[in-house]
C-alpha cells in the first residue's frame, strides 16, 4: 500500500474500540495512524473519560501511533493540515459533532469516511452521509435497512460499501476459553448465562427509566401523576418491573444449574437489584480491545438482551440469544427504524419474547434447550453481517489502496 497518514475521529475514550481493528491493519501497511481526539475535559460515561492512555490500551501496535487532541474543529482542521492526514475515519455523527467540523470541510483536501458501528448510522440524515466519500457497513442488510428508515429509493448514491463486520476481529486476540474462565474464577464445566444490562439510569426515556425500570411502585406512581403521564399509572403499580425480569431470570439461573454473569457498560449507574442478582458483574475498562463483550461471551451458554445489537456479537460467539422486548423501546428509542424485527428473531438462533411473558418462556426451556444452529446462525451472519469471515478491516485497506492506485493513475 502506498503509505499514507490515516486520523481516526474519536469524540469518546470508548470510540477507540470501534477503530481498533481496523488501526492494526493500517499498521501492519506500514501506513501512520493519528488517533484525533476531541478535549473537552469532561467525563462521558461514568469512570470513562476523553483521556486515552497508551500503556492502557490493549491494541496491537499502539505505541506506534500519535494520539492528537483539539478542541474546536479550526484546531482540528489545522492538525490535519500540519500533519499531512490524506484520510480520515470517523463513526455515525450528527450535524454538530466535534464543534460543527463536519459543515466546514466543503473544500478538503482529505478523504472522509465513516464506518459502522452496530445501528449508530440510523442517526444519520441521508445529507450526512453525502459529504462522505464513501461509508463502510457491515452487509447489504444495512443498506435496505437504512433506505427504508428514510423512505429512499434503492437507487440513491450514498456511497455505502459493504465489508464485513470488523468486530468479529476482536476474537483473534482474546486468550483461550480455558485461560478466560481461570481469570474469572469459573470451573471449566460450570454452566453460564450471561445478560447484557439494559440502561434506565437516564431521565428520559420516560417509560424505560421511570415505569420500567423504577423498582418501587409507589414512586413510579408519584412520578407519572406529577409528569403528566396518566397513561402509564396502571403499569407504574401493576405492570411487570426490569426488577422484576433479573429475578425471574436469576431464579431461573439457578434452577439450571448456572451462574449470571451481568455485562454492563461505563455509562450505565446500575442499581442495586442488577448487582445483587449477578453471580459476577463486570463492566468495560480503559483497555477497550479486545471486546468486553467476545471475552464474556466466550464464557457463556446462553446471551440475553433487551433488543441489543451485541445480539451480532453473541451470533458470531455462537451463542444462542433471548431479546426480551417491548412496544415500547420502539416507540422511545430515538433510531426506531433499527428495530427490523430479523435482526433480533431467528430461528436457531434467537428468540424474540416480550418483557411481560418473559417468566412463561423460561418456564417452558431448559437453558440446554436453547441451542444456537450453526446452519442457521450462518444463514443470519450472512445477512446481517455480509460475510463469514474476519476480513473487515482487510477489506477497508484494499479498499482504499485501490482507490489511491486509481487516483495515481
Not at 435496505?144 to 463486520?165: M, V, W
Not at 454473569?261 to 461505563?266: A, C, D, E, Q, Y
Not at 431467528?346 to 444456537?372: A, M
Request: charged letters at 25%.
Amino acid at each position: 500500500m502506498i503509505q499514507k497518514n490515516i486520523g481516526f475521529l474519536l469524540d469518546r475514550s470508548s470510540s477507540i474500540k470501534a477503530y481498533a481493528p481496523v488501526i492494526i491493519e493500517v499498521l501492519r501497511r506500514n501506513s501512520k495512524v493519528f488517533i484525533l481526539c476531541q478535549d473537552n475535559k469532561k467525563p462521558t460515561y461514568g469512570k470513562s473519560s476523553y483521556s486515552l492512555v497508551k500503556e492502557n490500551l490493549k491494541i496491537p501496535g499502539i505505541e506506534e501511533t500519535d494520539i492528537i487532541y483539539f478542541d474546536n474543529s479550526s484546531n482540528l482542521l489545522s492538525l490535519i493540515e500540519k500533519n499531512e492526514i490524506s484520510t480520515i475515519f470517523t463513526l455515525p455523527f450528527i450535524k454538530n459533532s466535534f464543534d460543527n467540523f463536519f459543515q466546514k470541510i466543503e473544500k478538503r483536501k482529505f478523504k472522509l469516511f465513516c464506518l459502522q458501528w452496530f445501528g449508530d448510522h440510523f442517526i444519520m440524515d441521508p445529507e450526512l452521509i453525502e459529504i462522505l466519500d464513501g461509508f463502510f457497513v457491515y452487509s447489504q442488510e444495512t443498506i435496505n435497512s437504512y433506505l427504508k428508515a428514510y423512505s429512499l429509493s434503492k437507487d440513491n448514491n450514498l456511497r455505502f460499501i459493504p465489508i464485513g463486520f470488523p468486530p468479529r476481529e476482536s476474537l483473534n486476540f482474546l486468550p483461550d476459553k480455558k485461560t478466560i474462565r481461570q481469570q474469572y474464577g469459573i470451573p471449566q464445566n460450570q454452566k453460564v448465562v450471561l445478560l447484557f444490562s439494559l440502561n434506565i439510569t437516564n431521565k428520559d426515556p420516560f417509560w424505560i427509566s421511570r415505569v420500567f425500570g423504577e423498582p418501587n411502585r409507589i414512586k413510579s406512581f408519584l412520578k407519572c401523576v406529577s409528569s403528566g403521564y396518566f397513561k402509564f399509572i396502571w403499569e407504574s403499580i401493576f405492570g411487570t418491573k426490569y426488577a422484576d425480569i433479573i429475578k425471574i431470570i436469576k431464579k431461573w439461573c439457578q434452577e439450571n444449574n448456572a451462574i449470571l454473569i451481568v455485562k454492563s457498560r461505563p455509562k450505565h449507574n446500575e442499581p442495586d437489584f442488577i448487582k445483587k442478582n449477578a453471580d459476577i458483574f463486570i463492566v468495560d475498562d480503559e483497555t477497550w480491545f479486545p471486546h468486553k463483550s467476545f471475552e464474556a461471551l466466550t464464557l457463556s451458554d446462553l446471551s440475553i438482551h433487551f433488543c441489543s445489537s451485541s445480539i451480532l456479537e453473541s451470533a458470531v460467539s455462537d451463542v444462542f440469544s433471548i431479546n426480551i422486548f417491548a412496544p415500547k423501546f420502539l416507540k422511545e428509542s430515538y433510531r426506531p427504524s433499527f428495530f427490523y424485527r430479523s435482526l433480533f428473531e431467528s430461528p436457531g438462533v434467537s428468540e424474540f419474547v416480550s418483557y411481560k411473558k418473559i417468566d412463561s418462556f423460561l418456564k417452558k426451556n431448559k437453558l440446554e434447550d436453547l441451542q444456537i444452529s450453526p446452519q442457521e446462525k450462518n444463514k443470519y451472519l450472512l445477512k446481517n453481517t455480509g460475510f463469514l469471515d474476519s476480513l473487515a478491516s482487510k477489506r477497508i485497506l484494499d479498499y482504499l489502496e485501490k482507490q489511491e492506485i486509481n487516483y495515481v493513475k
